[in-house]
Protein backbone atom coordinates (compact mmCIF):
# COMPACT_ATOMS: atom_id res chain seq x y z
CA UNK A 1 0.00 0.00 0.00
CA UNK A 2 1.27 3.43 -0.94
CA UNK A 3 1.75 5.94 1.43
CA UNK A 4 3.11 10.00 1.11
CA UNK A 5 3.01 11.63 4.70
CA UNK A 6 4.05 15.24 4.26
CA UNK A 7 5.28 17.59 7.21
CA UNK A 8 6.42 20.85 7.75
CA UNK A 9 3.44 23.00 6.71
CA UNK A 10 2.72 26.23 8.78
CA UNK A 11 2.88 29.89 9.10
CA UNK A 12 5.03 31.84 8.07
CA UNK A 13 5.78 35.81 7.35
CA UNK A 14 6.43 37.27 3.88
CA UNK A 15 10.20 36.55 3.23
CA UNK A 16 10.24 33.41 5.44
CA UNK A 17 11.13 30.03 4.86
CA UNK A 18 10.22 26.38 5.49
CA UNK A 19 10.91 23.42 4.68
CA UNK A 20 8.03 20.55 3.30
CA UNK A 21 9.09 16.82 3.85
CA UNK A 22 7.30 14.15 2.29
CA UNK A 23 8.24 10.36 3.70
CA UNK A 24 7.20 7.85 0.94
CA UNK A 25 6.61 3.90 2.15
CA UNK A 26 5.26 0.92 0.05
CA UNK A 27 6.71 2.01 -3.25
CA UNK A 28 10.24 1.34 -4.82
CA UNK A 29 11.24 4.89 -4.40
CA UNK A 30 14.25 4.65 -6.70
CA UNK A 31 11.99 4.34 -9.73
CA UNK A 32 9.52 7.48 -8.89
CA UNK A 33 9.52 10.61 -10.38
CA UNK A 34 8.74 13.24 -6.88
CA UNK A 35 6.72 16.04 -7.15
CA UNK A 36 5.14 18.86 -5.26
CA UNK A 37 1.95 20.55 -5.98
CA UNK A 38 -0.11 22.78 -4.70
CA UNK A 39 -3.99 23.74 -4.60
CA UNK A 40 -5.06 27.44 -3.29
CA UNK A 41 -8.69 27.91 -2.23
CA UNK A 42 -10.86 28.13 -6.00
CA UNK A 43 -7.60 27.45 -8.04
CA UNK A 44 -6.44 24.10 -9.61
CA UNK A 45 -3.68 21.94 -8.43
CA UNK A 46 -0.70 23.12 -9.74
CA UNK A 47 2.82 21.78 -10.18
CA UNK A 48 5.64 23.47 -8.21
CA UNK A 49 8.54 21.49 -8.27
CA UNK A 50 9.56 18.10 -9.51
CA UNK A 51 12.61 15.81 -9.25
CA UNK A 52 13.55 12.85 -11.41
CA UNK A 53 14.82 9.70 -10.65
CA UNK A 54 18.49 11.14 -11.70
CA UNK A 55 18.07 13.41 -9.91
CA UNK A 56 16.79 16.26 -13.02
CA UNK A 57 14.66 18.82 -11.38
CA UNK A 58 12.50 21.30 -12.93
CA UNK A 59 10.45 24.31 -11.32
CA UNK A 60 7.17 26.37 -11.74
CA UNK A 61 8.36 29.93 -13.20
CA UNK A 62 6.34 31.29 -10.43
CA UNK A 63 8.90 29.30 -7.52
CA UNK A 64 11.98 29.55 -10.16
CA UNK A 65 15.22 30.88 -7.67
CA UNK A 66 13.23 30.46 -4.38
CA UNK A 67 12.05 27.08 -4.27
CA UNK A 68 14.32 23.86 -4.29
CA UNK A 69 13.68 20.50 -4.43
CA UNK A 70 15.68 17.49 -3.41
CA UNK A 71 14.87 13.68 -2.49
CA UNK A 72 17.15 11.23 -0.36
CA UNK A 73 16.51 7.57 -2.06
CA UNK A 74 17.96 5.60 0.82
CA UNK A 75 15.10 7.10 3.09
CA UNK A 76 12.41 7.34 0.74
CA UNK A 77 12.10 11.15 1.18
CA UNK A 78 11.18 14.30 -0.82
CA UNK A 79 11.60 17.60 0.19
CA UNK A 80 10.78 21.88 -0.25
CA UNK A 81 12.55 23.88 0.58
CA UNK A 82 10.75 27.25 0.27
CA UNK A 83 12.50 30.65 0.78
CA UNK A 84 11.52 34.16 0.22
CA UNK A 85 7.77 33.18 0.67
CA UNK A 86 5.14 35.67 -0.53
CA UNK A 87 1.31 35.64 0.37
CA UNK A 88 0.52 34.12 -3.20
CA UNK A 89 2.43 30.77 -2.06
CA UNK A 90 -0.24 30.21 0.08
CA UNK A 91 -1.98 26.78 -0.87
CA UNK A 92 -2.13 23.01 0.40
CA UNK A 93 1.09 21.50 -0.58
CA UNK A 94 0.97 17.82 -2.14
CA UNK A 95 3.14 15.23 -2.06
CA UNK A 96 3.02 13.03 -5.49
CA UNK A 97 4.63 10.28 -6.51
CA UNK A 98 4.36 9.40 -10.53
CA UNK A 99 5.26 6.05 -11.89
CA UNK A 100 5.70 7.14 -15.84
CA UNK A 101 5.71 2.99 -17.11
CA UNK A 102 2.20 2.67 -15.76
CA UNK A 103 0.97 5.91 -15.61
CA UNK A 104 0.29 5.72 -11.38
CA UNK A 105 0.10 8.74 -9.70
CA UNK A 106 -0.03 8.78 -6.00
CA UNK A 107 -0.89 11.37 -3.42
CA UNK A 108 -0.24 12.72 0.19
CA UNK A 109 -2.80 14.10 2.48
CA UNK A 110 -1.70 17.51 1.62
CA UNK A 111 0.05 20.27 4.19
CA UNK A 112 -1.12 23.68 4.42
CA UNK A 113 1.41 26.43 4.16
CA UNK A 114 -0.06 30.42 5.18
CA UNK A 115 1.98 33.14 4.00
CA UNK A 116 1.16 36.19 6.17
CA UNK A 117 1.77 39.61 4.86
Known amino acids: QVQLVESGGGLVQSGGSLRLSCAAS????????MGWYRQAPGQQRELVATIFSDYATGYADSVKGRFTISRDNAKSMVYLQMSSLKPEDTAVYYC???????????WGQGTQVTVSS
Open 26 to 33: GIIFSRYV
Open 96 to 106: NARRISTDTDN
